[in-house]
């Protein structure tokens, strides 16, 4: 059987009725039976099995992830680990960084050119209403990883599986920045 | 003259419904819509431990996966011999969890999907961020009116995470709740969690009362002719959902549902519904021939990409072989001809506001309307459930303190301490409603893992492609007829198929930059 021991852990405190501002909160996105497609869940999962300090929040958005955004309360700076293709070899890991008032970046990069969305907010809506939400969000920064397959299946493939512990180690120095930077 | 136009509502992320549609003088004469990915999440359960069907079959939707979450635990109870001992606070805390999923779901449909296909929300505040891309529509709604629904869409935006909190004091997380399980819940009620529910539950009750259904009543002013339009193929099925305790019922001591289960015809005949009378067809679907007009639970899913005639991933699932509609407009007519009276009080409201009989329901507005209307019927009686909970009492069947030495978790171990012996074979079914129809989950067990698992997502019966007798599917008879002004804008098409809330683009999303980086990102 799947080892759920650790999930209760989860957006309890992100969704509770504690007011508190976070300084960090990293976000695992994608779907876990699509083998890399999963890897910020996976990452997220190992993530919270670490002690971290109160004011940091690791979620594991799965595929509604978008919609946390809107649960998370106010949160200064936000990590979004997910799978990216951009051409490069599998398990290349990427990285951005942005402030609030360059999000209007990535609507660029990422628009489809598609006109509509019958479904599902996407990261960018989901940024722009977060903005109008959430004052306290200063930063963005997103971690991808590029797949090898996104074919059925719940492992991950052996070229994203041996990065996992650089990208775990890139998501927490990026909580340990947050955490110190005051 | 005829022409063939697509609307791919591909999202950004990765979409997988689109639609196209024959035009000939300014009708369609002809509509296909198709799921584009293939979506066998099935195949992966075959061989593993039933119990992980209650975790994994979550994770196929980022829209809704309480709404799996329950149907798979339902499926669990039922092939483990459970079904009939969930205890009433197992049962009312499930209802609450689903309920909660179900106000978000509807409330996100109408002001963060539909409402901006009405709405003029760049003439209102000038900028469309962070509206999704749309049409340009006929916008008929006063500058005022306008105004006040994008206020309105913001708040609702703050509602909506009123509802995740909620979902998330019982079920531990959302997305993916980890609550609900075979037995009933994890979490046993307080009287902290119970408050702590019901301050942000009357927060959504005022936002739905005093928002919610008058916006969708200005809509349905202004657009009055969408009465008219997307009739579909008046036959409304229901499997029937949210199982509530016998003395919440009011009926016999196995209890009831909230939403009954029926089968409601154009001139509002009544059937009742058998599960067995669900059969699935292929032949314009990439499956096997071999896979077609089984009962889901002897359903195969034997993929055939390049199958000739074949136009979607999605099967058609049909009623005694007829094509059926599912969702709110199907769960409240369902109700209404069966003498729900708290339902029938809801929905003549509305008609007499309009002047209007039951039978315009059958439209574009009638199923934002029949949503609307849900999610007030929904929110009221969550209160009831609410105040129904024994504070402190078990919600999950027969907890066991220590199960071996050690509270070691042993193989006997259904969920957090419910022993029950996983069946060397058995079979099961789970029913129930998600927020945009019926779906079920139906499960095979063999030598203590999962042979078979089949899911039918409310989706496939209204997105359905034609069946084997060539006819269409709900949402394809909605738009056939439909006239359409610019074949090159036609909102008319894009508004049919959001009105019934299609769910197909969430299992996805993967980022894709290729050939756009524009230096934003580097390489780590």
Request: charged fraction near 25%.
């Amino acid at each position: 059987m799947l080892d759920t021991r650790y999930s209760m852990l989860d957006t309890r405190q992100a969704c509770s009725s504690k007011q508190r501002a976070l300084e960090i909160l990293v976000l695992g996105l994608g779907n876990i039976l699509l083998k890399d497609e999963g890897i910020g869940v996976h990452i997220a999962q190992k993530l919270q099995r670490v002690a971290l300090p109160y004011n940091v929040e690791v979620i594991d958005g799965g595929t509604a992830g978008f919609d946390v955004l809107l649960s998370a309360q106010d949160v200064k700076r936000l990590v979004v680990i997910d799978a990216l293709r951009a051409g490069k070899e599998s398990g290349t890991i990427y990285k951005a960084r942005l402030k609030i008032e360059e999000c209007d970046k990535l609507e660029q990069i990422f628009s489809g050119g598609s006109k509509i969305s019958l479904h599902q907010t996407g990261l960018i809506d989901a940024l722009a209403a977060s903005r109008k939400m959430n004052g306290a969000l200063e930063e963005i920064v997103i971690i991808g990883v590029e797949p090898e397959s996104t074919d059925l299946g719940l492992e991950l493939t052996e070229q994203v599986k041996q990065k996992v512990p650089e990208i775990i180690n890139i998501a927490l120095k990026e909580i340990e920045d947050a955490v110190h930077r005051k | 003259m005829s022409t063939k136009i697509k609307i791919d509502p591909v999202t950004r992320i990765e979409g997988h419904l689109a639609v196209e549609a024959v035009i000939d003088d300014g009708v369609v004469k002809e509509a296909k819509s198709a799921g584009t990915l293939f979506r066998g999440f099935e195949i992966i359960l075959q061989g593993r431990d039933p119990r992980d069907a209650n975790r994994l079959t979550q994770r196929i939707c980022g829209v809704c996966p309480t709404a799996h979450a329950t149907a798979s635990a339902l499926c669990l109870d039922d092939a483990f011999g459970l079904r009939d001992t969930v205890p009433d606070n197992g049962k009312l805390i499930r209802c609450l969890i689903l309920g909660s999923n179900f106000l978000q779901s509807h409330i996100l449909h109408f002001y963060h999907l539909a409402a901006l296909d009405y709405v003029d929300a760049v003439a209102a505040v000038g900028d469309l961020s962070p509206f999704v891309p749309r049409y340009e529509g006929d916008y008929r709604v006063s500058n005022e009116a306008n105004a006040e629904l994008v206020n309105h869409y913001l708040k609702a935006l703050d509602i909506r995470r009123k509802c995740h909190q909620m979902l998330s004091i019982f079920g531990g997380k959302m997305p993916h709740n980890v609550g609900v399980v075979p037995g009933g819940v994890i979490e046993k009620p307080t009287e902290e969690k119970i408050t702590n529910f019901l301050w942000r539950l009357n927060e959504i009750r005022a936002f739905v009362d005093n928002s919610y259904i008058p916006d969708v009543i200005a809509v349905a002013k202004a657009y009055s002719d969408y009465f008219e339009i997307g009739k579909g193929c008046q036959r409304l099925l229901t499997y029937g959902g949210f199982d509530l305790p016998p003395r919440l019922s009011g009926e016999d001591k196995s209890g009831g549902k909230l939403f009954k289960a029926g089968v409601v015809s154009g001139e509002l005949e009544f059937v009742d519904f058998a599960k067995e009378n669900i059969t699935e067809d292929v032949k314009h679907s990439w499956y096997a021939d071999s896979d077609s007009g089984k009962n889901p639970a002897k359903g195969e899913t034997k993929p055939q990409p390049k199958k000739k005639q074949a136009y979607s991933f999605i099967k058609s699932p049909r009623y005694k072989g007829e094509v059926c509609e599912l969702g709110p407009l199907a769960r409240m007519v369902n109700n209404y001809v069966q003498g729900d009276a708290e339902v029938k009080k809801l929905v003549d409201s509305v008609l007499v506001q309009f002047g209007a009989e039951i039978n315009v329901l059958y439209s574009v507005l009638g199923r934002h309307a029949a949503r609307a209307l849900e999610t007030k019927l929904v929110a009221d009686a969550m209160v009831g459930w609410l105040q129904q909970l024994k504070p402190n009492e078990p919600a999950i069947v027969h907890p066991v303190r220590n199960i071996t030495g050690g509270g070691q978790a042993t193989e006997e171990t259904i969920s957090n301490g419910v022993q029950a012996k996983i069946p060397e074979q058995g079979e099961g079914a789970g029913l129930t409603e998600a927020p945009r129809g019926a779906v079920g989950h139906w499960m095979t067990i063999k030598d203590r893992k999962i042979q078979r698992y089949q899911v039918i997502t409310p989706t496939a019966w209204n997105a359905s492609p034609k069946d084997d007798k060539d006819q269409p599917g709900a949402l394809e008879q909605a738009m056939i007829g439909t006239k359409v002004k610019d074949k090159d804008n036609p909102f008319e098409l894009v508004r049919i198929v959001r009105a019934f809330d299609p769910c197909l683009a969430c299992s996805v999303h993967l980022l894709d930059v290729r050939g756009n980086e524009s230096g934003i990102f580097r390489i780590v």
